[in-house]
């Protein structure tokens, strides 16, 4: 037998399942308990119940992650101590996270997805891979522009696809804004990363968003016209170039510049970035990383609550300073992210960056960002 106890406007319920028939008990402290037999129904109901005694699995979730920072996992540990729910963590490559849900289906262990760059969450929440959430908490604490209309998914953190100058070869000053780097004066200086960068993606379809496709068509042939090197691969090798000498002026995301003022990866590289200037366009193109609770969670209450406990503001600072990323409110109290100083953000929302990139993929590749 198995037993079910919840409360409902003053009434005890209790509820028996003996083989497959439900016996319903409602009593208060005034009335002895009243039964009332369901025969059939437990399996009808699809109900699945633990033998009394039986220890639940509700005190563990499954995690997929994007990101691999071992400052998470001690957040992660942080939310064991405070909730006694364990997390089982799997951290892998965004894309190949998502294709691996997506074959797993409803076998998948996976309770919470997490996913950096607002497109990927966006063609996660179209492949289904999430389901709708309902929390009062979230809705608090992460603005609404940064988390899915239906509640599918959530920002956690934020991070910005800054310019970054050596004043040596560019007069940092001569640029105000991203249109600034299709000016022919760029011409030889400007480095980019290639156009497989979801971050490019994102900052493509954000000018979609903002100045239609006339305008970012025009400015993305300007910005190629200006490239003479071949495309690099990742931020931090463009960084480095900028900082020798290579290049005069690139785009990439703010934590990359944060790690190496650090020395997280070196003081050569420390040295390096020391020489660069950040500038913050006005206004600035902002991303997330972001989280949901998945499809066919085991436990999506326990998942939930994860995914509130990263989003607030105690431990989404903690996920933030993790990585040098910005929390959802403020600027935190990274001093390296103070140093670059304040921004104004352009207002487009997560959920419009990713419905925009498959257009800016194809734009990117008519207009020749290799």
């Known amino acids: 037998m198995v037993r079910f106890v919840g409360c409902r406007m003053g009434l005890a319920l209790r509820v028996y399942a003996k083989d497959n028939d439900l016996l319903v008990a409602m009593s208060d402290r005034h009335f002895p308990p009243v039964f009332k037999a369901l025969p059939g ?4 109901l699809g109900l699945l119940a633990l033998p009394l005694g039986m220890p639940s699995l509700a005190n563990e979730i499954g995690v ?14 942080q939310f064991t101590a405070k909730t006694g729910i364990k997390v089982k963590l799997l951290e892998a490559k965004d894309d190949a996270l998502i294709e691996r849900l997506r074959s797993e289906g409803d076998k998948s262990p996976a309770d919470v997805l997490v996913l950096v760059d607002a497109a990927r969450l966006v063609r996660a929440a179209d492949l289904d891979l999430f389901q709708r959430t ?44 991203y249109a600034d780097l299709a000016n022919p004066q760029m011409k030889g200086k400007l480095c980019l990363r290639d156009r497989k960068s979801v971050y490019n993606q994102s900052l493509v379809a954000d000018q979609l968003i903002l100045r239609g496709t006339g305008l970012t068509t025009k400015w993305v042939q300007g910005m190629t016209a200006n490239v003479t090197q071949p495309y690099f691969t990742s931020d ?3 960084i480095r170039a900028i900082g020798k000498g290579q290049c005069g002026v690139g785009l990439v ?16 590289d420390r040295a390096l970035a020391s020489q660069l200037k950040v500038i913050f366009p006005k206004p600035a193109h902002v ?42 409110k403020g600027y935190g109290d990274n001093a390296t992210l103070k140093r670059f ?9 997560a959920q ?3 419905a925009k990139n498959s257009a800016a993929i194809k734009l990117m590749d008519v207009s020749g960002w290799k």
């Open 341 to 349: 100083g304040p921004f104004k953000a352009d207002g487009v929302s």
């Open 253 to 268: 995301n703010t934590y990359y510049v944060a790690r190496m003022l650090n020395g997280e990866s070196g003081a050569a």
């Open 134 to 177: 309902r929390s009062f908490q979230l809705l608090r604490d992460v603005p609404l522009d940064l988390r899915d209309p239906k509640g599918r998914w959530y920002g956690l953190t934020r991070r910005l696809r800054v310019v970054v100058v050596n004043p040596k070869l560019v007069n940092a000053a001569k640029i105000t804004s």
């Open 41 to 44: 129904t437990l399996g009808a």
């Open 287 to 328: 991303n997330i990383t972001g989280a949901g609770v998945t499809r066919y969670a085991k436990n999506p209450e326990a998942a939930l609550k994860l995914i509130e406990f990263l989003a607030s503001p105690t431990g989404g600072r903690g996920y933030a300073e993790a990585n040098n990323e910005y929390p959802l």
């Open 236 to 238: 931090t090798p463009l």
């Open 352 to 354: 419009q960056l990713g």
């Open 64 to 77: 997929y992650s994007g990101r691999h920072y071992n400052s998470d996992q001690q957040l992660y540990k």
